[in-house]
């Protein structure tokens, strides 16, 4: 099994700046894409950013120019720097991972509880 520990969001005001994290822990042999979605009330989860192991890096349009994704493979961490926010960046954001498990290296996606950003105007 794989755990994933989100932190990193709150409230801020419009044109601010938020640092999202995920660390995954427990069984695993590695880790291919990470990702971050996002959830608004109402709306599909979308995908914001995804990180391929080999550091390639796809932004939706809606984000580009503004987050960035990165990753640091010793600590098995994701992160999404969010710098000029807006208020319709409001929504619950939650970390995916891509892990082949140490044990019976099986390929198993998991997700982060989720954390909430607020953007005020």
């Known amino acids: 099994q794989v755990q994933l520990v989100e932190s990193g969001g709150g409230l801020v005001q419009a044109g601010g700046s938020l640092r999202l994290s995920c660390a995954a822990s427990?069984?695993?042999?590695?880790?291919?894409?990470m990702a971050w979605y996002r959830q608004a009330p109402g709306n599909q989860r979308e995908l914001v950013a995804s990180?391929?192991?080999?550091?390639?890096?796809m932004y939706a349009d809606s984000v580009k120019d503004r987050f960035t994704i990165s990753r640091d493979n010793a600590k098995n961490t994701v992160y999404l720097q969010m710098n000029s926010l807006k208020p319709e960046d409001t929504a619950v954001y939650y970390c995916?991972?891509?892990?082949?498990?140490?044990?019976?290296?099986?390929?198993?996606?998991?997700w982060g509880q989720g954390t909430q950003v607020t953007v005020s105007s």
């Open positions: 427990g069984s695993i042999f590695s880790i291919n894409r």
């Open positions: 990180i391929t192991s080999a550091g390639s890096t």
């Open positions: 995916n991972v891509v892990v082949i498990e140490a044990t019976g290296f099986m390929t198993r996606a998991y």
